[in-house]
């Protein structure tokens, strides 16, 4: 199956669970419970998968990524009534777990509390401030470049490579096309080897 035909398939895929989304959508914004109950088990899996892809498995502040993306479910259900058919359902989700994200960052900003259930018994040599501090810079030096690009390139490298989304349904996601995410895609990450290599040199 050549990249025509793949896309093709992707498309077809796509528009479906599109059409399907915003058909419960619409439902539930003019009230109708279960197709809520039905949206929201659809989207779940999305939005912590890439609520995992935007913090890690790690906490921020107190959050987890399930955390962050119930705080988004629940913000769905409360803007729902904002939503209209002609923007996917996905765009507007993502667009809402991109600013439960950013709250989440800041809020740990100002939290320095490292909440913990128990006091081990022994040191844990294998997760000690050592492995912490080296895991912690690696992550905090992979941000700060991806802060450097511009949103949507950083929208687009989560989805295509911390999800593995097609190109197809990452522009599904974010309201494009296919074509502009591959040229974005590129962009993205030429311009993260430039700014890797400036930071080498």
Same mark, same amino acid.
């Given at each position: ?6 896309? *093709?398939?992707? #498309? ?6 599109? %059409? ?17 109950? =039905?949206?929201?088990?659809? $989207?779940?899996?999305?939005?912590? /998968? ?6 890690? %498995? ?5 959050? !987890?990524?399930?955390? $962050?993306? /119930?705080?988004?479910? @629940?913000? +769905? @259900? ?22 439960? +994200? ?10 320095? !509390? ?20 080296? *895991? ?7 941000? =700060? ?10 929208? &687009? ?16 996601? &974010? ?5 502009? +995410? ?6 993205? #990450? ?5 700014? $890797? ?5």
């Amino acid at each position: 199956m050549g990249a025509q035909d793949t896309d *093709r398939a992707d #498309l077809a895929r796509s528009a479906r669970r599109d %059409a399907e989304l915003n058909r419960l959508a619409g439902l539930a914004a003019r009230g109708d419970q279960r197709a809520l109950e =039905t949206l929201l088990a659809m $989207i779940r899996p999305m939005v912590v /998968q890439y609520c995992r892809a935007r913090v890690g %498995a790690g906490l921020v502040g107190s959050q !987890s990524a399930e955390d $962050i993306a /119930q705080d988004t479910l @629940v913000a +769905v @259900v409360g803007a729902l009534e904002r939503w209209r058919p002609e923007k996917r359902v996905m765009a507007f989700v993502y667009g809402i777990a991109g600013n439960k +994200v950013v709250d989440a960052y800041r809020a740990a900003g100002r939290d320095r !509390s490292v909440p913990t259930e128990n006091v081990p018994d022994e040191p844990d040599l294998d997760h000690g401030p050592e492995q912490a501090a080296l *895991r912690g810079g690696l992550v905090a030096e992979l941000r =700060t470049l991806l802060d450097e690009l511009p949103e949507q390139h950083r929208e &687009i490298l989560v989805l295509r490579i911390a999800l593995g989304m097609s190109a197809v349904e990452t522009a599904t996601a &974010i309201g494009s096309t296919s074509g502009a +995410v591959r040229v974005a895609q590129h962009r993205a #990450l030429n311009r993260l080897r430039e700014l $890797i290599a400036r930071r080498s040199a």
